[in-house]
């Protein structure tokens, strides 16, 4: 049976950690300085650009990859480029069918503040007993373990570890082309065992299977959520892309940026 229907109240207790630990840890601004280094070399968008799925958000893509279900081996779930880990913690809380969760961040800062708060949550107690109940409602047997299954990195997402990681998000809506380019290569030959990745821009060398339409809040709406495409897989299929017949890189300009839209409803273009 799906969590998300056993534990409505879960929900709410996680959106008040959210909120509690995470504040005055918010990832919309950092140095001068740091944003300079982050955005050194890049061409049109600027990296230190911050934008974060709301938690109903995060709740649509788990529902659509299926990680509210406890059926099969537990997956790895790995948010790359992970601001101040808010995505992290919410799946490796709210759904039993991650059984690890990790978050990659190139923003010393941002990294810093999300290692701050899920520490501060660890000390509280509150993590291990939100977990706990969110195995129990889905009629797992083993003990939580929060300390050892939640795990923040302070550096480059294209030199992290994917090959045991089942499902990837990328908020990807800032790459310039040759790191869009070099994230799909990397998601291509290195996820042996993926299932899912998400992606705000299309990845080349992948092809689109699925989008949603998902609440996120960006800096330069000074934190107002909006609805963006997110391309996204069909989780019945067991991967997020398929590859692209061709492997060599996509000549032309990079794939231009989706407008923000704001639907009447949350809907998928399979």
């Not at 300390?147 to 800032?174: K, P, R, W």
């Amino acid at each position: 049976k799906s969590s998300f229907a056993l534990c409505q109240s879960l929900r709410v207790d996680v959106d008040r950690v959210l909120a509690t630990y995470w504040r005055g840890r918010e990832g919309y601004s950092i140095s001068a300085k740091e944003q300079r280094r982050l955005d050194r070399g890049a061409r049109g968008s600027k990296p230190s650009t911050y934008g974060e799925l709301t938690a109903e958000g995060v709740r649509l893509l788990a529902e659509r990859w299926g990680l509210d279900d406890t059926e099969g081996a537990p997956g790895i779930f790995a948010d790359l480029g992970c601001g101040v880990g808010k995505m992290v913690v919410q799946v490796y809380l709210e759904c039993p069918g991650v059984g690890r969760a990790l978050g990659v961040e190139l923003s010393a800062t941002r990294c810093r503040r999300a290692r701050e708060a899920w520490e501060a949550l660890l000390l509280s107690d509150e993590a291990f007993e939100l977990r706990q109940r969110l195995l129990k409602s889905s009629g797992c047997q083993e003990e939580a373990s929060p300390q050892d299954e939640v795990e923040f990195i302070q550096g480059n997402l294209l030199e992290a570890d994917i090959s045991d990681v089942t499902h990837i998000y990328l908020s990807s809506l800032c790459f310039d082309e040759a790191t869009l380019f070099a994230s799909a290569q990397k998601v291509q030959q290195e996820g042996r065992q993926l299932r899912g990745v998400a992606s705000l821009q299309p990845l080349p060398l992948l092809r689109e299977v699925g989008e949603l339409l998902l609440p996120m809040s960006w800096t330069s709406r000074g934190g107002e959520d909006m609805w963006v495409g997110v391309r996204v897989s069909d989780a019945a299929r067991r991967q997020v892309w398929a590859p692209c017949p061709t492997s060599t890189r996509p000549s032309g300009k990079a794939p231009k940026r989706r407008g923000v839209r704001v639907p009447h409803q949350c809907h998928s273009v399979l």
